[in-house]
């Protein structure tokens, strides 16, 4: 038998298989604007139906609408900022109140 001079392959280091990272999309706040006809209790409400936050989550927003004039419901992308604003203003009357007249006000700004 006969002694070969063939260079043995080194086995080649490849790159793992990882896929691109996914560029983060922008976030927004969806902004609850205070008013004085709507009541604690439609905002708890609200809160909970529209955010499936529980009552004492619920009861921390309208404090804070309250006592600042605002609060940030929640923080997500545009799209679903864009729904969750619509669905606030589309609530409709506080039953609670005799004063109200419609749906709370709200907005969406770029978290910062």
Known sequence: MSQSNAAVAEPVARP???PPKAK???R????LWDDPEHTWEYVI???????????????????EVDRTGRAV????????A???RDQIRAFGVDTYS??????????IEPES
């Open 73 to 80: 419901c929640m923080t997500t992308t545009l799209e679903h």
């Open 24 to 26: 983060k999309q922008p």
């Open 16 to 18: 793992k298989n990882t």
């Open 45 to 63: 409400e609200m809160m909970q139906n529209l955010f499936y936050l529980s009552p004492t989550q619920g009861r921390k927003i309208a404090d």
């Open 28 to 31: 927004y706040h969806v902004i």
């Open 82 to 84: 864009e729904l969750k």
């Open 98 to 107: 005799k004063k109200s007249t419609g749906s709370m006000s709200a907005s």
